[in-house]
């Protein structure tokens, strides 16, 4: 199975701030590499698509960069409406597998 | 609009058989993947398995034995059965199309 070491699991954080949540595959991907959003008793929102592109309806401050193995979420300029749970998830072959999650939280 | 919703019982007793409903609407079975995802209380996202459009299965290699997916294409609906549930099945059940649209999500807990 291909497993996503996903970093890091915490990551306190300003409202301004730029962030960046990173998830190393174990395995050759390619782009299929997909970042969700959770709030507290919510269902995952997905946020990008392709390792690159922007779900519809998501802010320009979200976006999705690859380099190697390794994939990045990043948010410019931290709102309070971002402050979830956010995972990675590749779906280049079964079992698909998820990131263990990054907590976004107040500084 | 593209509608998931789960359903069944929130309460199983050890060792038994949990049945969960996926009834979908605002698309078809016959042209997109229902997946099964998992939650436990306070943990993070594990896939289950797939119904894939032309009703081919795909399950998590964990859970395989104790896994099944099926449907009803006249029905919209995409069913999971796990058997021999123990505690640590307990959780919040979502179907999603593709990991695109997904479900409220149900919540099962595994208790006596």
């Known amino acids: 199975d291909i497993q996503m070491t996903q970093s890091p699991s915490s990551l306190p954080a300003s409202l301004g701030d730029r962030v960046t949540i990173t998830c190393r595959a174990s395995?050759?991907?390619?782009?299929?590499l997909r970042w969700f959003q959770q709030k507290p008793g919510k269902s995952p929102r997905l946020m990008i698509y392709?390792?690159?592109n922007l779900a519809a309806g998501v802010p320009s401050r979200f976006s999705g960069s690859r380099s190697g193995s390794d994939y990045s979420l990043t948010i410019n300029s931290l709102e309070s409406e971002d402050m979830a749970i956010y995972y990675c998830?590749?779906?280049?072959?079964?079992?698909?597998?998820f990131g263990s999650g990054t907590k976004l939280e107040i500084k | 609009q593209v509608q998931l919703k789960e359903s069944g019982p929130g309460l199983v007793q050890p060792s038994q058989t949990l049945s969960l409903t996926c009834t979908v609407s605002?698309?078809?079975?016959?042209?997109?993947?229902v997946h099964w995802v998992r939650q436990p209380p306070g943990k993070g996202l594990e896939w289950m398995g797939r119904?894939?459009?032309?009703?081919?299965?795909s399950y998590n290699s964990a859970l395989k034995s104790r896994l099944s997916i099926s449907r009803d294409t006249s029905k919209n609906q995409v069913f999971l059965k796990m058997n021999s549930l123990q505690t640590d099945d307990t959780g919040t059940y979502y179907c999603?199309?593709?990991?695109?649209?997904w479900g409220q999500g149900a919540s099962v807990t595994v208790s006596s």
């Open positions: 999603t199309r593709d990991a695109n649209a």
């Open positions: 605002g698309f078809s079975l016959t042209s997109y993947n």
């Open positions: 119904m894939r459009y032309n009703g081919d299965t």
């Open positions: 395995q050759d991907i390619g782009n299929y």
């Open positions: 392709g390792a690159t």
């Open positions: 998830l590749q779906h280049n072959e079964y079992p698909l597998t």
